[in-house]
């Protein structure tokens, strides 16, 4: 199933998407507004989420298209975004291009242990449609698009799209700058739905497109088949010594890395398609 999160005035509708089209789970059981909801009472009923969903789906609201392009946020507002980098090996070789400590990404890449780190924080995480950011105190910024995991007590319920902004400059004058260069506001993207019946994470289809003013200034795409290490290894690095919040997304690093002369611009419009997930939409802003 496909689970969106609807905005409705000050508050949350929770919607799912079956075979059949999409429904308002929030219409059935006002105490299911959030994904947080549905999966902490399936957690206490001892039931798988979908499971959850299905009782109620007979007696929903639809949701009409236009209302679900109008109103999807961010479909997890995770206590904490963390992140998985040189996962790819476009990634290693993109990191060690920009950096003055070449050597450093290629023993990440091939190490046993994966680089995982702190991305985001809900006040910092957009959604769809909203403008993800660069910050004005760099000059080379990419997006870097990345399947998503979506976990609920540290084990993986869903995946998502996620969209990890990236100071290309700030992290290439000193690896120890990675907080800067990651970490900052509107630094992260998410959405737009949830998939909780993906059969295999590793072998998805990804593409991403950039257009400015109406033009396409960039098109890339690969496969989560060329994803070096496992979600389920990385997801056992993030949880492992680590006290995991209730909610929480872990992306699984970038596949896509534009050429060296590409930086975003203010007004750029960002797409991620992940096949079976659906498109991220995000325009882009200074910070």
């Known amino acids: 199933m496909r689970y969106y999160q609807l905005r409705d005035g000050n508050s949350q509708r929770l919607a799912v998407e079956t075979g059949d089209g999409v429904y308002d789970l929030t219409s059935v059981k006002p105490q299911l507004r959030t994904l947080r909801d549905l999966l902490k009472s399936a957690s206490i009923a001892d039931t798988a989420p979908d499971e959850l969903s ?37 990634s290693e070789e993109a990191r060690t291009e920009e950096s003055g400590t070449p050597e450093m990404y290629l023993d990440v890449y091939d190490a046993e242990r994966p680089e995982i780190f702190f991305k985001s924080t809900p006040t910092r995480t957009v959604g769809p449609d909203e403008a993800v950011g660069i910050r004005a105190d760099s000059d080379w910024d990419v997006p870097e698009p990345e399947l998503a995991i979506v976990l609920y007590e540290g084990d993986i319920v ?14 290439g004058e000193n690896p120890l ?99 079976s997930i659906g498109t991220l939409n995000n325009s882009v802003t200074v910070v």
């Open 158 to 171: 869903g995946y998502t799209v996620g969209n990890d902004m990236s100071s290309r400059s700030i992290e």
């Open 177 to 275: 700058y990675l907080p800067q260069a990651k970490v900052y506001d509107r630094c992260c993207s998410v959405g737009p739905a949830v998939v909780t019946d993906i059969e295999d994470p590793h072998s998805l289809a990804l593409s991403m497109s950039i257009h400015r003013d109406g033009d396409r200034v960039y098109y890339g795409e690969t496969n989560t088949s060329e994803m070096k290490r496992t979600c389920e290894e990385l997801v056992s690095y993030y949880t492992a010594h680590n006290a995991v919040p209730e909610l929480s997304v872990l992306l699984t690093g970038t596949s896509l890395v534009p050429d060296d002369d590409f930086t975003l611009q203010e007004r750029d419009q960002v797409s991620i398609n992940i096949e």
């Open 54 to 90: 299905a009782r109620h789906l007979d007696a929903a609201e639809a949701v009409s298209e236009q209302r679900l392009e109008a109103t999807a946020t961010d479909p997890v507002t995770a206590d904490e975004v963390w992140a998985a980098g040189v996962t790819y090996q476009i």
